[in-house]
T-cell receptor, first 112, second 110 residues
Framework: DGGITQSPKYLFRKEGQNVTLSCEQN?????MYWYRQDPGQGLRLIYY???????QKGDIAEGYSVSREKKESFPLTVTSAQKNPTAFYLC???????????FGEGSWLTVV | RKEVEQDPGPFNVPEGATVAFNCTYS??????FFWYRQDCRKEPKLLMS???SGNEDGRFTAQLNRASQYISLLIRDSKLSDSATYLC???????????FGTGTRLTVIP
């Protein structure tokens, strides 16, 4: 089936650790996005990539890093510099500009 | 001012009621518009794209008013399963160009 796959669905991180969230899509989409959603809040853009080997900071990039070595993959690393990382993380992709954006099922990250 | 603004609700309506949500956008350069539905602790899923002429999909009708810069979503004959948060999205040409509203929460009551 075509779609976006995020993993893991649930992740617990100790303070001071880096963790990486995986996002893979087989929709042949050029653009990929990472959003963060806190309880009762809207989506906030962390990073986005319009094309392979290129990515741009979103509104809340501090404490996060990404890579886009392949069209299909856009992993997000939550670093120890992110002081409040507990949230719901959503990866998304979009085909031609203006087309529908599709979301993965999300990853729940909790700091313990 | 936020790019996209929605009434957060909550809207509590009885089954069978008609309910309408509005969403305003601040940038007239916005070109494409969408309504997404998000269930609790789930990812947003596309409900409808919004076209200039308005479009209907079963009980759902979306309208775009470019002059006033708002889009609307009308739900007729509400079902319990319609309970969710509805997100309004605007897209503009260029990079970093997707703008989400914070969502309107709907609860349909038996």
């Amino acid at each position: 089936d075509g779609g976006i796959t995020q993993s893991p669905k649930y992740l617990f991180r100790k303070e001071g650790q880096n963790v990486t969230l995986s996002c893979e899509q087989n929709l042949n989409h050029d653009a990929m996005y990472w959003y963060r959603q806190d309880p009762g809040q809207g989506l906030r853009l962390i990073y986005y990539s319009q094309i392979v080997n290129d990515f741009q900071k979103g509104d809340i990039a501090e404490g996060y890093s990404v890579s886009r070595e392949k069209k299909e993959s856009f992993p997000l690393t939550v670093t120890s510099a992110q002081k409040n990382p507990t949230a719901f993380y959503l990866c998304a992709s979009q085909g031609a500009s203006g087309n529908t954006i599709y979301f993965g099922e999300g990853s729940w990250l909790t700091v313990v | 001012r936020k790019e996209v603004e929605q009434d957060p609700g909550p809207f509590n309506v009885p089954e069978g009621a008609t309910v309408a949500f509005n969403c305003t956008y601040s940038n007239s350069a916005s070109q494409s518009f969408f309504w997404y539905r998000q269930d609790c602790r789930k990812e947003p899923k596309l409900l409808m794209s919004v076209y200039s002429s308005g479009n209907e999909d079963g009980r759902f009708t979306a309208q775009l008013n470019r002059a006033s810069q708002y889009i609307s979503l009308l739900i007729r004959d509400s079902k319990l399963s319609d309970s969710a948060t509805y997100l309004c999205v605007a897209w503009q040409t260029g990079a970093n160009n997707l703008f989400f509203g914070t969502g309107t929460r709907l609860t349909v009551i038996p």
